[in-house]
Structure formats: C-alpha cells, structure tokens
C-alpha cells in the first residue's frame, strides 16, 4: 500500500467517524438541533480539517507543502471577487428561474433580514458574514479539497473533482435524516442535493487549483451556504426544499460545466504530493 493510499484511507476513516460520531451522539444522545450553528461547530465542522491534519502530522508524514495555507489575495484577486460575488450572483439567476416559472412571486421584502433598513443592508450584511466565516468553511476545505481532491486520482483531475464531490456528499447523509434538512421525498431530495455537492465541488476545486489557496474556496463554500442557500430557502419557504435545491443547482451547475468544458477543471499550480515527495506542479487540463 502507497503512502497516498493509506493516506487516503486513513483520511476517509477519520472524516467520517469523527462527523457521523458527533452528529448522531448530539441528536440522539444528547437531543441536540442540528440546525444549531454552535452544534454544528462542535459536531462536525472542523473533522474534515482534523482528518487531514492527523494524517499529514502522522500517519504519511508527508507534511503540508501542499496544504494551500497562504491567502495569494494579491496575486489572485479576481478569484477572490467572484468567490465573494458569485454566490449573490447564482443567487439572483437561481430567483429570475423561479419567478419566470411562477416558483416565486418577486417581493425583495422578505430579505430584508434587519428590521427597519433596506434591503440592501441586509445583503451588504450577508457579504461580510461571508468574509467573517470564512475560517469556519475552511474547516471542511482543508480535508475535502486542499487534501482528498488532490489524492484520488492525482493524474485525472475531473475524476478526483468528481469522486470528491460524491463522497464530500455522502458525509453530509446523515442531516437528512437527523432533522437538520427536511426533504419531502428523501430519494430524490438526495440525489439533488448529490448531484449539487458534485458541481459545487468542481467550483472550489476550481478556484482551489487557480489561487493556489485553500481560503478562495472556503470563501466561495461560505457564500453558498449563507448567501445562495439561504436566499433561495426564504423565497420558497421550508416546504420546498427539493425545488429550492434544484434552482440552485441551476446556475451551479452552468459553471460547473463551463469549468469542465473549458478544460479548466485541471488547471493550476498546486504541489502533488506521492509518497511524501513534493512533485512538480500539476498543470495539465487532462481529465
């Protein structure tokens, strides 16, 4: 077995039982909500990240050359724009789908989260709660995409985006049934919200291997969550999560398949790992 291999396993071994372990004993044991932001913080946040530095620390001890800790903001700083931006943007595409469709009658009100000041504020808001949690995305980042995304399939990188984004969706499983997310019909909520992880993953691998830094993807998976998800969620109402899924996997998916058309989906600087050794920069668009 190759360091990579081991590594891998042991990385996928920790992820999950740390995560699963934290969310079934919260809720069943303890009768914890998942919905609770500090429960999720406790319970599973950060295991990705824990996973991944336990075994770059000690089980391949292969370090992290290639861990993509520096911000590059200034090197990269259009990455960073539309990993800010670009969730408010999916946002609007994913509500013009909904209204053109009769989904969602246009009323800009229900946003404005703070009582008493224009929508505007709310949003403007929203964009620095991006920024401020930021290094709570991280922790889900630096395991999925500043680790296994990088070791799957070393040499085919839209298969590793890929195979990433399926597993990275099937830890999320368990809030499906442990009243975190409530689907209407769970097969089919499931396999949108898979098929959502998926070129959501081939995003942030994206801007991981473009910036060469793990923080442009833990700000773009920040705005997902708190920008698109959460605007979408108000305008449909929590009865129709599965819709809500769907509109925004539309522009997601867009992106995604510009991303992978384009060959862009392998693009970037960023250092491979084998066997402890750092290797030359992976830059082929091969997939």
Known sequence: MTSRTKGVIAFLLLAFGLAWAGMFTARLVFGLSLVDPLVQLAALAFTPAIAAFIVRKWVTKEGFADAGMRLRLR??????????????????????????????????????????????????????????LMPVYWGEEFGWTSYLRLRLFPERPLASTLATGLIWAVWHYPLAFLGYIEFANVTLGLALWTVSFLFQEVILSWLRLRSGSVWAASLAHAGNN????????????????????????????????????????????????????????????GR
């Open 226 to 285: 708190m920008v698109l998800a959460l605007l979408v969620g108000i305008a449909l109402g929590e009865e129709r999560v599965n819709t809500g899924v769907l509109l925004g996997l539309v522009p997601m998916a867009a992106a995604g398949m510009w991303i992978i058309l384009s060959g862009r989906s392998g693009r970037g600087g960023v250092v491979r790992v084998e066997d402890g050794r750092p290797l030359a920069p992976a830059r082929s668009g």
């Open 75 to 132: 090197e990269h700083p259009g990455l960073y724009v539309a990993a800010w931006i670009g969730p408010l943007g999916f946002a609007a595409v994913a509500l013009a789908v909904a209204a053109a469709l009769g989904l969602w009658e246009v009323d800009l009100s229900a946003f404005a989260l703070i009582p008493g000041l224009p929508v505007w504020v709310s949003l403007a808001v929203l964009q620095v709660v991006v920024v401020v």
